[in-house]
């Protein structure tokens, strides 16, 4: 039916514009640190995912072999994915910025800005229901404003979109304390495609903490 045809022709036709921006990635010079990169990183996964994760920028294995979390975070991500019966290709993976930064330092603003359209296009093309956001970087592109350590584990809506704001797979493999945050808040995650959200996790407030023994 002409219905069907024309779906297959759409779908086409994003599976193409999804393939020139991956070229655009891999050859971008929008920045310095595309002068010291082996290979920039435009991400991985399934293209129609329901869930996107977004880190801050590839590591030394990352720009060796061209894909998002392939080092020590990379499978710690793959085991929490696996704690909720999902695999890497279930969803999608990339970061904030496509090319390692030196030492793994923390992006600059002007790198983060130089890879904004590569993004913002990828959430665009893919269509996400929900978007995680791994570490600060990547939550601040939806909440600037908003420290990462009181906004984990909550989703909220941004422009149609549920984020839902984790901890970085790094940051809990040097605290163990945030591990089990992040592998707590990965167990709400499947709720939250569901549209349920988690319980709320905020400690009780100390003062009401007292006026309960009154």
Not at 2 to 21: H, K, P, Q
Not at 114 to 134: F, M, N, S
Request: aromatic share 8%; net charge neutral; hydrophobic share 35%.
């Amino acid at each position: 039916p002409a219905t069907m045809g024309s779906s297959l022709c759409s779908v086409a036709y994003t599976m193409s514009d999804f393939d020139d921006l991956v070229q655009k990635i891999k050859t971008c010079q929008l920045c310095s640190l595309s002068h010291k990169r082996t290979h920039a990183v435009p991400g991985e996964g399934s293209r129609t995912a329901d869930i996107i994760f977004i880190g801050e920028g590839p590591g030394f294995y990352e720009d060796q072999q061209g894909r998002p979390f392939v080092g020590p975070a990379g499978r710690l991500l793959e085991e929490l994915l696996a704690s909720i019966d999902l695999k890497r290709e279930d969803v999608y993976i990339t970061n904030m910025i496509k090319c390692r930064a030196p030492n793994n330092r923390d992006p600059l603003p002007g790198e983060i800005k130089a890879c904004k359209p590569y993004l913002d296009k990828q959430l665009e093309l893919i269509g996400p229901r929900v978007v995680v956001t791994l570490g600060r970087y990547s939550f601040a592109k939806f909440f600037p404003d908003e420290p990462i350590g009181k906004a984990r584990g909550r989703p909220r809506r941004w422009n149609g979109l549920t984020i839902y704001p984790m901890y970085h797979p790094a940051a809990a493999l040097r605290n163990g304390n945030l591990r089990s945050l992040l592998e707590k808040d990965f167990l709400a995650l499947p709720s939250i495609l569901n549209g349920e959200p988690p319980e709320d996790e905020k400690e009780p407030d100390p003062e009401a903490k007292q006026l309960g023994f009154f």
